[in-house]
């Protein structure tokens, strides 16, 4: 029987020339997190997939995000009338106003199952204006 001899092996990124090609592999560069645009584009599709009011919470977040950042109302107006799928057209108010939902929502739900129930229960009941 003959003996195993012992492999050498060189481990090289992809920027990395190697002066012995038959001998190396050469591997990609090891990335702790994916690529900004791939993980954005992961979101953008698992936004396709939630629920409306998953959505409009995310929505409300990335509104304050964005005013956060220093992009101006009217900016985000824009953006979000643009992409309604409804074709609303949103003011800089409005959007203030969803940025004040975002930021009420970091405590605690702004309408609560119970008292939304008790609301419709009552507008059923004594009618009234919508």
Known sequence: MSQ?????VHIMSEDEESSTANNVIP???ATKQPKPRLLDTFRDHADQIMTCG???????VRVKKLLDAGVSPKTV???LSDNSSNGFKYSEDQVRGIEQVA?????????????T???INDQKKNGGNK
């Open 4 to 8: 195993s001899q012992p492999i050498t």
């Open 27 to 29: 591997m990609p560069k």
């Open 77 to 79: 107006a824009s953006h």
């Open 54 to 60: 998953t959505r409009a919470g995310q929505t409300a």
């Open 103 to 115: 930021i009420d929502s970091e405590k605690k739900v702004g309408v609560t199952k119970r008292a």
């Open 117 to 119: 129930t008790a609301l």
